[in-house]
């Protein structure tokens, strides 16, 4: 392709608001950019004196311009992040995680359930939140199931149930399965607490229940009284352990740290005047981007990537350029005013030197790690005399019980370290079993059949076996097409199976790689090893016991799949399914008395 012409493109370019593309010669979108005058910001790319190396070295790589004009700024803002989202281009921040937050759900029910919720908010009910992590969803579950009798099972356990279940036994849950255990105003006044509760009205729900239980007392109901003493006990427990945020009701809170071309973006959730907790954040930063432009898209990206709430406050560390685009922006998105704040008042300020003191702390800690995880590669480049730099790094391991439900694991590792969106496993199937061989050959077939481009070509191949396994890889990569072919290195155990005793084989003549047991090298060898084993024998674990559920129920005559999935659904599983009566299974839809006593007699005898 001939060199790009920016005189002649410039030359008919509009001033209008818009967003531009620039693509390599491989027709790759390099970088994505948004504008208010399209000319004059496209134009400053290639003026004579270019100060920054950095951006001439994302000059140099320009095939191709395309621009799209928009009606506004906002509209620019929203198109610039989808094509960032689509394309991920190399020379833009982008946010690593777009994982919509986790949330409590509280389900519309006669008897409402309290569960983990995560993505669109489609089911009626209630959502609290958002929680930074599913651990803090799941801690506060554990918490509440401690303090409130609130059912937290599956809404299938729950019809199923006709006595009650171990929670009840451990005054966790009031048994609202069950008729005679408790009233539904009894169970909708805990509903109640838990709902103020979530709302972090903790004083209010400790006044409610020291006014039951004194009313209890007073009505010699000792028994209730107890049971609500023990309830505010609780309460007060956890209010010692909280920090309450004050007076701010709804606010996110952001800390920014940039050391050595790494960033870090620390948000704390601050909903219903309680800190729900924090998140550090560290986006892919080219060699390009400012301080500024870091923090703006990583901004943009992190309310619009996807079902991340906009709250009505947000405090910021720095001053953005086009602030009154993004507030309509971000209003827009929110459906309601949304204000943006630099911690000038004392409350605002405290929690925005918190949130800056945990970023500089995050990022020192993921600038060790990283340092250590470099030097690691270092060494290992060291000892294979490579002169390129290692950027990708796969490993296979087979696991399987005496041949029977085998899985095949690859695990890949960048520079940074395991790259877990890009691992695979297979299920072997058509091999003799227990052939250990046949499967390593399969798994790498299916691997690596449809590999296009050279960046998913692993620099280094490792296999977690000896001569055999390693023999299968070479067979295969004979006859291998590309250009770029990976280095295969075998990983054979030692006789003790001891850590740091590993024999590496290098393909070919299958001489031994010398590596030192306690070398950051071999460190780093036996991570990528112990990865690819742990991937396989959770895969392997999974399969058998999908196998072990379902060949239970599969030699009962007349039951299919359809009903074999009805039974485990209403029954809470196999274990639900063989500790019902004859009578529990015939009120399972699909089943009739007959068919029951059939089941039943099928799982009992």
Known sequence: MSEFDSTEFLKNLTQQPGVYRMYNAEQEVIYVGKAKNLKKRVSSYFRVQVDNVKTRSLVSQIANIEVTVVNSETEAFLLENNFIKKYKPRYNVLLR??????????????????????????????????YPSAWAVRESLRTMQKIFPVRQCEDSYYRARSRPCLQYQMKRCSAPCVEGYVTDNDYREQVDLVRLFLK?????????????????????????????????????????????????????????????????IQVMFIRDSQLLGSKSYFPKVPSTASEQEIFDSFFLQFYLAGNKPIPRQIVVPVNFDDEAAIIELLSGEAGYKVKLFRGAREEKRRYLQLAQANAETALEAQYSQQKSVVARYQDLEAALERDMPIQRMECFDISHTSGQQTVASCVVFNREGPLKSDYRRFNIEGITPGDDYAAMAQALQRRYKNVQEDSKIPDILFIDGGKGQLAQAEQYFDDWPHAKKPLLIGVAKGVTRKPGLETLILAGAHETLPVEGNSPAMHLIQHIRDESHRFAISGHRNRRQKVKTTSTLEGIPGIGAKRRQSLLKYMGGLQGLKKASKDEIANVPGISAELAETIYDHLHH
């Open 97 to 130: 995680d777009d994982k919509s937050y986790p949330f409590i759900f509280l389900s519309d029910h006669t008897h409402p359930r309290l569960s983990f919720h995560r993505g669109p908010q489609k089911r009626k009910g209630e959502y609290f939140g958002p």
């Open 200 to 264: 972090g009205k903790n004083q209010q729900v400790i006044g409610m229940l020291v006014g039951k239980m004194e009313h209890a007392s007073q009505t010699l109901n000792f028994e209730a009284a107890a049971r609500y003493r023990d309830q505010i006990t609780a309460l007060r427990q956890v209010q010692e352990r909280q920090w309450v945020a004050g007076t701010q009701d709804e606010m996110d809170v952001f800390g920014f740290a940039y050391r050595g071309g790494m960033a870090c």
